[in-house]
């Protein structure tokens, strides 16, 4: 690829929180920049829950990165996906040949959630990370009642449906949430033969507690939380083995509709292409203080992919982090440029929360602690206000308000194959 100017170039990988944000802090400024991502749009991963269970659709929650970049003259946004790397003639593969040659690069790839080797249970049990997970869910649990339904009308026994949730971290505890409010509000009136409000809704969780990364008083009121919306919450319980129409839960085997995995974490394999140091079951790349990898000055690696620790911890892999990161990898860039030495980067932790059904939350910020309506009014404050750009905040928060007083979910269409997922079973 030929080069567009003299000026330094700098290569962002990962148009996620902390690749966009990178792109940003460096538009406009004296520097060549290329964001190279395999999709064409930003998603705001906080959101994807709302649209796997119906009360957001798909564009609400995602931006075109071309459109979100439009207003910085020096930033080109390339549809590719990077399939490894020559760092020594600085080059970024992309998974067609093409190379992209870079002065800086700024490695923001995300993670994905993990199976713990057993990769073969994705099929049967789908995890929450992009738009087209978030689509697979919906369908598999709005197509989940439809075929209860449609078997009752056959047998004249209507049975309740069953979803079984792997994992009680913030992705679980969401997803179990939500269907439990869709089953027992949303869509209660819908339906002639099977009574919807019957649902199971199982979480299955390894550890003592669910949301164990909070406070324990905080996440025993999760519990409590989820409990008083229905779901039945199983702690101690190590989920063995997923089937078709059925999971493995310690010796027991439980019959279920549909199965959602919502726990694990697996960085992209773009670190171990990076030749990096990688940390813990996540695989992680370690970082320097400066954000920089070590024996590479010119490459950073920001966001879920980074493992940063200082004296306060291991730095959480959340959005606002990544955002952070993006702004000190952006701004060590310009300070080298300018001969001026590069500054360590420092975390400042905003808090933590999770959204328990359709108005209720957890939040951690600080000392403070707390739970309920007004934790969900501020997670639903921090994710709106400070995460989206404004054109999709109005349509977010026009579309939750709607959903909030009218209990109607917008988004019900089931799209793609009906013979295809866990429900096949039923027809
Ligand atoms: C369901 C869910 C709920 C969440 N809720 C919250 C929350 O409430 N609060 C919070 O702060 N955080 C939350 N998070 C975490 C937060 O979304 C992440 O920490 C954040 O997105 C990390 O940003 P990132 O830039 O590192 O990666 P990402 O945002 O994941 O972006 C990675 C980008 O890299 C691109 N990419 C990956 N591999 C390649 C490749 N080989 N070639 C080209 N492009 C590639 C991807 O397409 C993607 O656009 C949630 C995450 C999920 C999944």
């Given at each position: 690829m030929k080069r567009q100017s003299n000026k330094p170039k700098v290569v962002i990988i990962g148009g996620g929180f902390g690749g966009l944000n990178a792109a940003k802090a460096l538009g406009n400024k004296d520097v060549e920049v290329i964001l190279i991502d395999r999709k064409n749009h930003h998603t705001f991963q906080p959101l994807l829950y709302q649209v796997a269970t119906a009360v957001l659709s798909p564009g609400e929650i995602a931006l075109p990165i071309r459109r979100a970049l439009?207003?910085?003259?020096?930033v080109e946004v390339v549809l590719g996906e990077v399939a490894g790397f020559d760092l020594e003639q600085k080059n970024v593969h992309l998974s067609d040949g093409a190379q992209i040659p870079f002065d800086y690069l700024i490695v923001a790839a995300g993670a994905r959630h993990c199976y713990f080797g057993r990769d073969e249970w994705e099929a049967e049990a789908p995890g929450l990370k992009t738009i087209e997970d978030a689509l697979e869910i919906r369908r598999r649990v709005l197509l989940a009642f439809e075929l209860a339904e449609r078997k009752a009308v056959i047998t004249g026994k209507p049975e309740p449906v069953v979803f079984a949730v792997v994992g009680g971290g913030p992705t679980g505890v969401e997803l179990a949430g939500a269907i439990a409010g869709i089953a027992r509000?949303?869509?209660?009136?819908?339906?002639?033969?099977?009574?919807?409000?019957n649902a199971r809704v199982l979480l299955f969780e390894h550890?003592?507690?669910?949301?164990?990364?909070?406070a324990e008083s905080l996440s025993q009121k999760a519990e409590r939380h989820l409990r008083e919306l229905g779901v039945e919450v199983f702690t101690h319980?190590?989920?063995k083995e997923i089937e078709p129409g059925r999971i493995k839960v310690g010796e027991e085997w439980i019959k279920c509709d549909v199965t959602l995995w919502g726990t694990g974490v697996s960085a992209s394999p773009l670190g171990k292409a990076l030749g990096a140091e990688l940390v813990g079951r996540a695989s992680k790349v370690r970082v320097r203080a400066d954000l920089s990898i070590p024996n590479h000055q010119n490459i950073f690696v920001i966001g879920d992919m980074a493992f940063f620790e200082d004296e306060n911890g291991v730095v959480p892999g959340v959005a606002t982090a990544a955002m952070q990161q993006a702004t000190c990898a952006a701004r060590n860039i310009l300070r080298d440029l300018k001969r001026e030495s590069r500054q360590a980067f420092k975390y400042v932790n905003k808090g933590s929360m999770a959204t328990i059904g359709r108005h209720k939350a957890i939040a951690q910020i600080g000392n403070w602690r707390f739970s309920g309506f007004v934790a969900w009014l501020v997670w639903m404050l921090v994710h709106v206000v400070s995460l989206i750009d404004p054109h999709h905040r109005r349509l977010v928060l026009r579309e939750w308000l709607w959903s909030y007083f009218?209990?109607?979910?917008?988004v019900r269409l089931i799209t793609g194959s009906v013979r295809s997922g866990t429900t096949e079973a039923r027809l």
């Open positions: 439009h207003r910085y003259k020096n509000e949303t869509l209660a009136e819908d339906f002639k033969l099977i009574d919807t409000r550890s003592p507690n669910v949301l164990a990364t909070f319980s190590l989920v009218t209990n109607q979910r917008g």
